[in-house]
C-alpha cells in the first residue's frame, strides 16, 4: 500500500545559537510553504531548553522530498552551522538517489528506513469537533 513520504530528523543544536538559528529555520519553513505547494507539512519542533529539534516533512512521494532539495538545498544545508544531525527516520520506499544520499550520512547520523507502509491516511483538513 502506497502512503505519503515522510522524514522525521532530530539534531542537536549548538550551544548559544538558537537565537540566530530561529529566524533562519522559520524562513525556511515559510520558502517550503511559499515554493512548494506538493510538501503536505513541514514543521520544526524544538525542547524548551532551545538544544534540540525535530524537523517532520510530510511529501506525497519521494519525488516531492527531491524536488525540495533540489530547490531548498543549500538553505536546508546552512542550517548544519547551526544544528548537529542525530537522526533520520525515512518513511516510505525512497528513490535509489535518495537511499544513496541518506546512506551516506552513516555513520555520523543513525539512519532507519520503514518502507512498508501497512495503512492509514492523511486529512488536508481537521473535521471541526464536536462538541
Do not use: N
Not at 4 to 14: E, G, L, N, Q
Not at 34 to 42: F, H, M, S
Not at 71 to 90: K, W
Amino acid at each position: 500500500m502506497d502512503g505519503p513520504f515522510v522524514i522525521r530528523a532530530t539534531s542537536r543544536i549548538r550551544p548559544g545559537v538558537a537565537s540566530t538559528y530561529r529566524p533562519l529555520a522559520q524562513e525556511l519553513c515559510r520558502l517550503v510553504e511559499k515554493r512548494e505547494p506538493r510538501v503536505l507539512a513541514y514543521h520544526i519542533w524544538v525542547t524548551a531548553a532551545e538544544d534540540s529539534e525535530v524537523v517532520l516533512q510530510v511529501h506525497p512521494d519521494a519525488a516531492s522530498l527531491e524536488h525540495h532539495l533540489e530547490i531548498l538545498g543549500d538553505t536546508a544545508r546552512s542550517t548544519l552551522e547551526y544544528a548537529e544531525f542525530e537522526t533520520l527516520e525515512v518513511y516510505g520506499t525512497p528513490t535509489d538517489g535518495l537511499r544513496a544520499m541518506f546512506e551516506a550520512l552513516a555513520p555520523q547520523v543513525r539512519v532507519t528506513f520503514h518502507p512498508v507502509h501497512w495503512g492509514g491516511f492523511t486529512r488536508p483538513v481537521a473535521a471541526p469537533s464536536s462538541g
